[in-house]
Structure formats: C-alpha cells, structure tokens
C-alpha cells in the first residue's frame, strides 16, 4: 500500500516538474518581451536576453515614442481593433448560436451538409483562400442606411465597420461544432414546454436556449476575442492600411528612415497589446476547459 503510494507521489512530482518546464518555455517570450521594452535599442540587440543595466535602461521612452510615433495616432489603431473584436465576437456568438440550434433541432440532410461544411472549414489554411478574399472584400458592397444624407447607400468590405461579417465567416466553423454539441445535451421537453406555453421559435431561443448556452458562450468569446485581437494578416489584407490600422498592423509600421526599426519601441507597443488579452483570459480561463468539454463531448 505504502508503495504504491510512494509511486503516485513520485509519478506527480515527476509530471508537475515537466508541467513547470513547459510552462516556463512558454512564459519566457513574454518576459523577453517585458525586459527588452525597457531597453535602449542598441542593447535590444546585442543584449536581447540580459537584464537591463543603469547604462541600457531606457524607463518608460520606448513606451511614450511607440505610441507618439508617426503621424497615425496609436490610441486610434487601438479603438479600431477594439471595435472589431467586440463586433466580430458577438456577430459569432449570436449567429453561430441561433444557427447550431437550428442545426441540432432539424434533423434534415440540409442541416446535416451544413454542419460538416462548417467543420470542414476548420481545417482550410487561410493561405488558400486570403488573396480570393481580399478581392472579394473589396467588390462586394452591402447596402446601409446613411442618416446623415437619408439615402439608402453601399460600402465594400474593407473597412473596419464592415469586416466583422468576414470574420464572422472564418469564425463559424468552430463555434457551430461547440455549439451544436452543447444543444443536443440540452433536453428537448424544456423547449417543448416552452411552445406548449405559447413561446415562438425567437422567444424560445432567447428566454430558454440562449441562457443555458451560457458556458459555451463563453468560451467561444474568450477564443474568438484572443484570435480576432491578435490577427494581423486578415486586416492587413482587407484594410485599407493608409486610412485604417488595427495594433498588430500599427506595430509593423513602426519603422523609421532607410527601413530601421527601433526595437524598444517595438517590444513595447508588443507588450501593451498583450496586456488587455492576458488580463481577459487570467479572467476567464476558468471557463474554457468547461465549455469546451461540454461542446465536443456531449450529445
């Protein structure tokens, strides 16, 4: 008994030191992000792994000279990708979530096809289709009303108002797998109940299904929030980068004459938008293992 004992304990402290390891590997870019923002940019390169020193340390000027640099002000660059995560995350989560439902309720070949595009699509490399995309984007116009002219008027795709529906399409493949599977856990005679109560197919949605999707809900805003964030190739692509840029793209103009880039300022404004994702899933981890178990396992 003692041994077998002793053979669990050694086996978990064998696996929690690899655990430590790996986790430290994956931490240690960030801390080379966090000291090398700190740096003068001569020693960002010759000194890219040392601690600062009283003759590298550059305070908080890598900070102040990455968001002041250029003449395109980086506080806008942040509203546009703000603006486009929140958009694009709830287009997702509301349409992926009414479409799931529907898919898992409507047992029909149709429905069936649906789901095993949707599916499909998750393992198209974006490399495949971002050049017809991009063309796409800028040929397609949907109609909008302007009020300040009171006409009915159209705009491409390739703003940051507008490109939320593409991301909305690249991000319903994984939503939908998460989702229909956490509907067909749900049972059937709740939402029975409810149209014996005179509850139609929105109000079902909304008063009955929407609040138990809860903790897939989150977990699908939690991964689409880190991904439409980070991403720099589909704004980049879609964008125009003279009127329009999202952080990432912000970043990669950071250049000075002749093509140089001043690497303290770089790692700093790489460091800043981090900061808000890092701070967001510490906050919500709790719920992605919950709600990715309950989408790809159940039903």
């Given at each position: 008994?003692n041994g077998s004992l002793s053979a669990e304990r050694r086996r978990k402290t064998i696996l929690s030191v690899v655990l430590a390891f790996i986790c430290i590997?994956?931490?240690?870019?960030?801390?080379?992000?966090?000291?090398?923002?700190?740096?003068?940019?001569?020693?960002?390169?010759?000194?890219?792994?040392?601690?600062?020193?009283?003759?590298?340390?550059?305070?908080?000027?890598?900070?102040?000279?990455?968001?002041?640099?250029?003449?395109?002000?980086?506080?806008?660059?942040?509203?546009?990708?703000?603006?486009?995560?929140?958009?694009?995350?709830?287009?997702?989560?509301?349409?992926?979530?009414?479409?799931?439902?529907?898919?898992?309720?409507?047992?029909?070949?149709?429905?069936?096809?649906?789901?095993?595009?949707?599916?499909?699509?998750?393992?198209?490399?974006?490399?495949?289709?971002?050049?017809?995309?991009?063309?796409?984007?800028?040929?397609?116009?949907?109609?909008?009303?302007?009020?300040?002219?009171?006409?009915?008027?159209?705009?491409?795709?390739?703003?940051?108002?507008?490109?939320?529906?593409?991301?909305?399409?690249?991000?319903?493949?994984?939503?939908?797998?998460?989702?229909?599977?956490?509907?067909?856990?749900?049972?059937?005679?709740?939402?029975?109940?409810?149209?014996?109560?005179?509850?139609?197919?929105?109000?079902?949605?909304?008063?009955?299904?929407?609040?138990?999707?809860?903790?897939?809900?989150?977990?699908?805003?939690?991964?689409?929030?880190?991904?439409?964030?980070?991403d720099y190739l589909l704004p980049y692509l879609v964008l125009d980068s003279t009127k329009y840029k999202t952080i990432p793209i912000h970043i990669q103009y950071?250049?000075?004459?002749?093509?140089?880039?001043?690497?303290?300022?770089?790692?700093?404004?790489?460091?800043?938008?981090?900061?808000?994702?890092?701070?967001?899933?510490?906050?919500?981890?709790?719920?992605?293992?919950?709600?990715?178990?309950?989408?790809?396992?159940?039903?």
């Amino acid at each position: 008994m003692n041994g077998s004992l002793s053979a669990e304990r050694r086996r978990k402290t064998i696996l929690s030191v690899v655990l430590a390891f790996i986790c430290i590997l994956y931490i240690l870019p960030v801390l080379a992000v966090v000291v090398n923002s700190f740096k003068l940019n001569t020693y960002v390169k010759t000194e890219t792994f040392a601690l600062p020193t009283a003759e590298s340390f550059a305070g908080w000027a890598n900070y102040i000279k990455g968001v002041t640099f250029g003449n395109y002000p980086f506080w806008k660059s942040a509203f546009y990708s703000l603006f486009i995560t929140l958009v694009s995350t709830a287009l997702i989560l509301l349409c992926t979530s009414m479409a799931a439902w529907y898919i898992a309720r409507v047992d029909s070949k149709l429905c069936r096809g649906v789901y095993y595009l949707c599916v499909f699509s998750m393992v198209v490399p974006f490399q495949m289709v971002m050049f017809t995309l991009s063309k796409t984007a800028d040929r397609v116009k949907i109609p909008y009303f302007n009020f300040a002219s009171g006409s009915l008027e159209k705009v491409a795709l390739n703003t940051p108002w507008t490109i939320p529906i593409i991301y909305l399409g690249f991000g319903a493949g994984l939503a939908i797998f998460m989702f229909v599977g956490f509907v067909k856990s749900i049972p059937l005679e709740i939402e029975e109940a409810a149209a014996i109560d005179g509850c139609g197919p929105l109000r079902t949605y909304f008063s009955v299904v929407f609040p138990m999707l809860r903790p897939t809900m989150i977990s699908v805003g939690i991964l689409e929030i880190m991904w439409v964030w980070n991403d720099y190739l589909l704004p980049y692509l879609v964008l125009d980068s003279t009127k329009y840029k999202t952080i990432p793209i912000h970043i990669q103009y950071l250049k000075g004459s002749y093509g140089t880039v001043d690497l303290g300022a770089t790692m700093a404004l790489i460091f800043l938008s981090i900061v808000p994702v890092i701070i967001f899933y510490l906050c919500c981890q709790k719920y992605i293992i919950k709600g990715v178990a309950a989408g790809a396992v159940k039903g």
